[in-house]
């Protein structure tokens, strides 16, 4: 018991910071202008975007309601989203009835097929036609 009550303070605190730091810092300061928010190191050194390249941008547009312009930065973000908040549900509240879910979300076929999707998503957003499509500047 008590590794579960330190577990869930554990996520209690995360979540405090996520909403009294992150959330104000990336509402008021845009991560496309601001000079100390975090660059992606892979497109540094390749020119090319990394699966989670524009979900600092995608939180700005979100927080400031442009829902649209969030989902153009990283649609993948938009698709997984679901998956990481049922995951991080069933893994706060594991018991007998969570059990299951968390044992779905934490299979093989699941995670492979995370895998899968993330790689694909990899590839396709640095295909030629990808940033012509959403129109974003790049």
Same mark, same amino acid.
Request: proline share 10%; aromatic share 14%.
């Given at each position: 018991m008590e590794r579960d009550s330190r577990r869930l303070l554990i996520w209690i605190l995360v979540i405090l910071f996520i909403l009294t730091v992150?959330? &104000? /810092?990336y509402f008021y300061f845009d991560p496309a202008h601001a000079y100390l928010a975090p660059k992606c190191p892979f497109r540094l /050194?390749? *020119? /090319? %975007?990394c699966p989670?390249? *524009?979900n600092q941008r995608a939180l700005h547009a979100l927080l400031h309601g442009e829902v649209w312009l969030s989902f153009r930065y990283n649609p993948f973000m938009w698709l997984c989203a &679901?998956? =990481?908040i049922l995951l991080? =549900?069933?893994s706060l509240l594991r018991g007998k009835r969570i059990e299951p879910l968390y044992d779905l979300l934490t299979s093989n076929p699941v995670i492979i097929t995370y895998a899968v999707g993330y790689c694909l998503w990899w590839v396709i957003r640095n295909l030629p036609f990808w940033h012509n /499509?959403? %129109?974003l500047p790049r």
């Open positions: 992150a959330v &104000p /810092l /050194l390749t *020119g /090319l %975007d989670s390249c *524009g &679901p998956y =990481f991080i =549900f069933a /499509l959403v %129109d």
